[in-house]
């Protein structure tokens, strides 16, 4: 039970931080030298509780927001259009957009990609180079700002990823907005694939997402935002299509430690949901690009030595 709360925890923090809860997954039982198969039925059947669990949340958290998407998206029917000025209509179809490639390139490439590379050893190295990609996107994003805009007191970013200061959007609709009028239909869907990525342990499904934001034109905040809008969908749609192996009998004495680990899972997803949307206001991804890249070292440095 321990070991479920546990896991549980790092699940629901780690995947809405962009440091991978996969490569955490993988990575943190061998460190502390838990005795578990990652390859098992009853660890997989484990991982589909707490991603379900963080689908739940992240719809409620964001519930407000789903309400006026389902109502954009029905208008849209209605009028067999997209009106320009319907932020909801718009965002509900980027959405869409981003989640057919992740679904399809996920239901494709899942199980032999996690079989390949679901090693803690490659797991660590993995961190590693997703940490160099969230500093290449914060690099990119901040060259490109310079280019476009000439940094002013307001929207200048320190060398440690502080803003200083800029104002956060007025309210989550000025957010949304802000979304559905920088985004493209293709760059919704970069977005999406980009998040095949995380199906190697070490990359972030959070990270690649956000990383695809800020290339797209959205500021950290935004980017964020339309990251755990778009992860609603996929998270929650991986682990229903898995629902069938979760309450089948051959599961039933491991249900009560599947639900200790959801719970878990539910309340951290819960806090770093509030957390992060806080902290990208003015803030960037570097402190998060930091820990992977020290971190993953150190991890492949422990994997090695721990054989």
Not at 38 to 43: A, H, L, R, T
Not at 64 to 83: N, Y
Not at 231 to 237: K, Q
Not at 252 to 277: I, P, Y
Request: charge should be positive; hydrophobic fraction near 50%; glycine fraction near 8%.
């Amino acid at each position: 039970m321990i070991q479920a709360a546990i896991l549980g925890f790092l699940q629901g923090l780690t995947e809405l931080f962009p440091i991978s809860s996969l490569g955490h997954s993988v990575i943190l039982p061998k460190l502390f030298g838990w005795n578990l198969d990652q390859n098992s039925g009853d660890f997989l059947t484990f991982l589909i509780a707490t991603h379900l669990a963080t689908a739940i949340v992240l719809f409620i958290f964001f519930l407000k927001d789903w309400i006026e998407i389902f109502k954009g998206l029905a208008r849209s029917v209605r009028a067999r259009k997209i009106s320009p000025t319907d932020t909801y209509a718009k965002l509900g179809w980027l959405l869409i957009v981003g989640t057919i490639p992740a679904g399809i390139l996920g239901l494709v490439l899942e199980k032999p990609i996690r079989a390949l590379f679901a090693s803690p050893l490659t797991a660590a190295a993995f961190l590693v180079v997703n940490g160099l990609v969230l500093f290449t996107a914060e690099r990119l994003r901040r060259r490109e700002t310079q280019r476009v805009e000439p940094l002013s007191v307001s929207a200048r970013t320190s060398p440690h990823g502080a803003q200083e200061p800029r104002e956060p959007a007025a309210n989550a609709e000025d957010s949304d907005a802000g979304i559905a009028t920088v985004l493209s239909w293709k760059q919704a869907l970069g977005i999406g694939a980009a998040q095949a990525a995380a199906l190697v342990p070490g990359i972030s499904r959070s990270g690649s997402s956000m990383v695809g934001g800020l290339l797209s034109g959205l500021n950290n905040e935004n980017a964020a935002r339309f990251s755990f809008l778009l992860a609603t969908p996929v998270i929650g749609a991986a682990a229903v299509l898995k629902l069938p192996e979760l309450f089948s009998p051959a599961m039933a004495d491991q249900r009560g430690v599947f639900l200790v680990g959801a719970l878990c899972s539910a309340v951290a997803a819960w806090f770093a949901t509030k957390f992060l949307l806080r902290f990208f206001e003015t803030r960037t991804l570097t402190p998060f690009a930091i820990y992977c890249v020290v971190g993953g070292g150190i991890y492949f440095v422990a994997m090695l030595v721990m054989g």
